[in-house]
């Protein structure tokens, strides 16, 4: 089954809301990584954050992580009919299995204009 | 500028010829992976590299091989490829450990076997 496994499978949205989506794993992990992905194109990296980390910020982007309840989430905040992609959250398997990645299923975001 | 490539970024075959996806980036990283995607399935990752001549298995290897010979290169190879491999396959590689650092993705690969 997969490590990360992303809540709402879609969300639809107006510009200039805030959007957010969450990130839920069952093994303890070393980082969590957010991605993201234009329909049919590569990923991009957005966030990486540790697991001693609770809490990171990029541009428009907030990323907490709570490792207590083996949860992430991704706020976009004042989103743009640009930020219309899916959303991959990313984790490794921490002491078992660090130096591989699994990602969920991704959170569809269309932001409206 | 710094990239990773990958040809062909589309393939129809059919069952059972032999088919090789070249994956190269020009960053000098490590860690090479390839993924797969499927709806409903997302990414899962088939192989990766932690270095030249070091490779292991990721989720679902089976009906595939990969190589390293080279640092730059992590070609993909299906030595008989079936209908059930028909997907988007994505190449990525990172400086150090995949999990502790972000990764490059390739443009993709969406093969079709008939």
């Known amino acids: 089954s997969q490590q990360g496994e992303e809540d709402p499978q879609a969300l639809s949205i107006q510009e200039g809301e805030n959007a957010t989506m969450n990130c839920s794993y069952k093994?303890?992990?070393?980082?969590l990584q957010w991605y993201r992905q234009n329909s049919g194109r590569g990923l991009v990296h957005l966030i990486l954050?540790?697991?001693?980390?609770r809490e990171k910020h990029s541009g428009r982007l907030r990323v907490t992580l709570d490792t207590s309840k083996k949860s992430s989430s991704l706020l976009i905040t004042a989103s743009r009919a640009a930020d219309t992609a899916s959303y991959f959250c990313a984790t490794d398997g921490g002491e078992t299995s660090g130096s591989r990645l699994t990602f969920g299923e991704g959170t569809q975001l269309t932001v409206n204009p | 500028e710094a990239q990773v490539t990958q040809n062909p970024r589309y393939l129809i075959t059919v069952t059972g010829k032999k088919l090789t996806v070249t994956c190269s980036q020009n960053?000098?990283?490590?860690?090479m992976s390839w993924y797969r995607q499927d709806p409903g399935l997302g990414l899962r990752q088939i192989y990766y590299s932690m270095n030249v001549e070091v490779t292991d298995k990721g989720d679902v290897p089976e009906g595939y091989k990969v190589s390293r010979k080279e640092k730059r290169n992590f070609p993909l190879i299906l030595e008989s490829p079936s209908p059930n491999q028909t997907s988007l396959y994505f190449c990525?590689?990172?400086?150090?450990?995949?999990?502790?650092?972000?990764?490059?993705f390739g443009p993709g690969t969406r093969l079709t076997v008939l």
């Open positions: 990525a590689s990172s400086s150090g450990v995949g999990s502790y650092n972000e990764q490059f």
């Open positions: 093994t303890s992990i070393n980082n």
């Open positions: 960053m000098n990283h490590e860690y």
């Open positions: 954050i540790r697991s001693n980390e």
